[in-house]
């Protein structure tokens, strides 16, 4: 984009915009937006005067239906091309260097320069309150910033063979990454949330009649999404949770009020839904408290873990017998599924952010062309097996202790998929470590629950191609996650994710290890990525020992 300071510099701005569920219709699925003038949207120029070029930025505004394009955050473009801030003075300063030109999607906020002249070479840089306000980026080609854990091995794999490196990173006993603080979501980003904390009391005192005084107002930690949430108190010491969405919305088709709304007539634990206004973008929840499956973990017993598990595999057979009721009440979730583009997008989607984005790598064509044949292949199976209701993120982040039972949230997603998709989801779940006894135990678990219902799912050969299809599913799983969270830490500049990256990747590798399928990703494990973060670990190592 050029916007001209009166007559005496120019500035040039590339923004990157990309749709989060792969749908064809998305506005921006299929590349990169560069806006070339300044007076077109999403940009709109404030004013320019010499030495300071001012810029808002708006965010697409139809992202809460699946059908439209998600843009779940804007920044100045990274890398080549237009990526550059150009002056007619000489000067050429690369503008990208850690700087996000939006701290929250549902602001609109001012992207300014310093006003100074800039001399030929120098950096061309954001106003010290715009670098205050934003998320630090972790810079491409560093560490980020990694937790310690162990990881188990699976015993099918210890009698098998595969090559040298891919080896060592598969099997690794345990890998000593380290960070500053636990993944408690102290680092998530907070933002200047004090104006923002007074419209959702607005909103909980508008809804209970009360004066906004009396109501106080906490911010709870968000997950990957747009979404905000916060925990309010009424004057008698009642509590809810608002969730406060970036965009006003229509409650009669927001597919959270709806999927809601299906589960709970499904009988499935989800927290209620008292208010949802559209207007002000704000919904009202039932409060389950603060502790998620995979704080609790930790302190569980082995028989507790395994009571536990046993109960969320129950709710993900509770799920899939929803998926009648799903089609006759013509749930959103009923015409969403997880064809072949939605799958191979998510796959497309890990290769950009885990390689390109947080990397910062450029593979050779050969490579990626072999890469993206092999993407197609898995979606195109997963894609053909016969499709039930699927959560879609179904994990210990998104299961909730509550009265002593599990509560299921972050459910606005739900699709039909293949039936292996969200046991997949919750037993490769890269943010705990299970026993693979454990997850054997569950998957006969699983299976002997099918059979109960379904004599098509009775015979040993029903068993065996199920497992088959729950490695394939539990590989393009472990890709996608890898691609949420590079970009989490790449491209939004949130660190909370990155740690998980190691231990997605690792099992990813043993399951592909497993199959014996895919040699194009199975080469680019053993020579990219099985390389990159054994370095990573040996450069934690050194930095944990000065």
């Known amino acids: 984009m050029q916007a001209a300071a009166r007559d005496r510099q120019q500035l040039l701005l590339g923004c990157r915009a990309r749709s989060t569920h792969g749908r064809a219709d998305a506005a921006s699925s299929a590349s990169d937006l560069f806006v070339a003038e300044a007076a077109r949207p999403p940009f709109e120029l404030l004013h320019a005067i010499a030495g300071e070029d001012q810029m808002r930025v708006r965010v697409h505004k139809a992202r809460q239906h699946d059908q439209a394009a998600r843009v ?28 996000g030109a939006v701290l929250d999607e549902a602001q609109l906020l001012k992207l300014s320069t310093d006003a100074r002249p800039v001399r030929p070479g120098e950096r061309h840089h954001l106003s010290r309150r715009m670098q205050e306000q934003r998320p630090r980026f972790l810079p491409i080609g560093h560490p980020p910033l990694l937790a310690e854990y162990p990881t188990s091995l699976s015993a099918r794999a210890a009698t098998d063979r595969m090559p040298s490196r891919f080896e060592v990173f598969a099997r690794r006993g345990a890998i000593g990454y380290t960070a500053r603080a636990n993944m408690s979501d102290q680092g998530e980003r ?7 904390e007074d419209t959702v009391r ?47 919305f229509d409650p009669a088709t927001h597919p959270y009020c709806d999927v809601t709304a299906l589960f709970l007539k499904a009988g499935l634990p989800v927290p209620k839904l008292f208010d949802a206004d559209g207007e002000r973008a704000m919904m009202l929840l039932e409060d389950l408290g603060d502790v998620r499956l995979q704080n609790w973990l930790p302190a569980a017993r082995p028989e507790e873990r395994r009571a536990i598990y046993r109960e969320a595999v129950g709710l993900i057979l509770r799920i899939q017998e929803a998926t009648r009721l799903a089609k006759e009440c013509g749930s959103v979730a009923a015409r ?146 890898t691609g949420t969270y590079a970009y989490q830490a790449a491209v939004l500049g949130n660190p909370v994710y990155a740690p998980y990256i190691p231990r997605a990747l690792q099992r990813a590798a043993r ?21 990159a973060l054994l370095e990573w670990e040996r450069v934690a190592t050194e930095a944990n020992r000065q």
Request: charged share 30%; with cysteine; hydrophobic share 45%.
């Open 511 to 531: 399951v592909l290890f497993r199959l014996g399928r895919f040699p194009a990703l199975r080469e680019t494990f053993e020579e990219i990525i099985a390389p």
């Open 336 to 481: 969403l599924a997880f064809d072949v583009e939605k799958l191979d997008w998510e796959l497309r989607f890990f290769f950009t952010n885990f390689f390109e984005k947080h990397l910062g790598l450029s593979l050779e064509l050969e490579r990626v062309e072999r890469l993206h044949a092999e993407f197609l292949e898995i979606a195109t199976e997963l894609a053909a097996i016969p499709r039930v209701l699927t959560h879609r993120d179904f994990h210990s982040r998104n299961l909730m202790l509550y009265r002593d039972r599990l509560y299921i949230i972050d459910h606005q997603d739900a699709r039909l998929g293949p039936p292996s998709y969200d046991l997949a989801s919750l037993l490769g779940d890269p943010y705990v470590e299970l026993e693979d006894a454990l997850v054997e135990e569950l998957i006969e678990f699983f299976l002997k629950e099918k059979a109960r219902v379904d004599a098509g799912w009775r015979s040993a050969e029903r068993w065996a191609t199920f497992r088959q299809e729950f490695d394939l599913m539990s590989l393009q799983r472990l890709l996608k996650a």
């Open 202 to 248: 607005a909103y909980a005192a508008h809804v209970f009649g009360l004066d906004p005084c009396g109501v106080r107002v906490e911010r709870l930690a968000g997950d990957a999404s747009v979404r905000q949430y916060f925990r309010v108190r009424l004057p008698d010491e009642s509590h809810y949770v608002v969730a406060r969405y970036p965009e006003p």
């Open 190 to 196: 907070k933002g200047h949330t004090h104006g923002i």
């Open 72 to 99: 779940p955050s804007l920044h100045i473009a990274r890398k080549r091309g237009l990526q550059r801030l150009r002056r007619p003075d000489g000067g050429d300063a690369l503008a990208f260097d850690q700087h």
